[in-house]
Nanobody, 120 residues
Framework: QVQLVESGGGLVQPGGSLRLSCAAS????????MGWYRQAPGKQRELVAG???????RYVESVKGRFTISRDNAKNTMYLQMKSLRPEDTAVYYC??????????????WGQGTQVTVSS
């Protein structure tokens, strides 16, 4: 089976920083695109940042210049460095990986979610 384990969330003051990590393990053999999504109470889940297999990135407009997505392919790990955090960044953040197990088809895998709370 494939496992995605997220870490790094927590409570931070406005203007502070956090770094989220997402590590894939288990039977996963190849990873293509990866991304971070977030969902606040009463709102739809949205793509925050995405990264391709060769390092191309994209961001939702509200986090441009503040968040940086990266990946370490040797470790099957993805990161989201968040700075200048705002209360509106408060949400559960989910790791998403497009990958395959063995020679199976590519599919989406999801992490368990990690809470980020920005409050004074």
């Amino acid at each position: 089976q494939v496992q995605l384990v997220e870490s790094g969330g927590g409570l931070v003051q406005p203007g502070g920083s956090l770094r989220l990590s997402c590590a894939a393990s288990g039977s996963i053999s190849s990873i293509s695109d990866m991304g971070w999504y977030r969902q606040a109470p009463g709102k739809q889940r949205e793509l925050v940042a995405g990264i391709t297999n060769v390092g191309g990135t994209r961001y939702v407009e509200s986090v441009k210049g503040r968040f940086t997505i990266s990946r370490d392919n040797a470790k099957n790990t993805m990161y989201l460095q968040m700075k200048s955090l705002r209360p509106e960044d408060t949400a559960v953040y989910y790791c998403n990986v497009q990958g395959r197990s063995g020679w199976g088809p590519f599919r989406d895998y999801w992490g368990q979610g990690t809470q980020v709370t920005v409050s004074s």
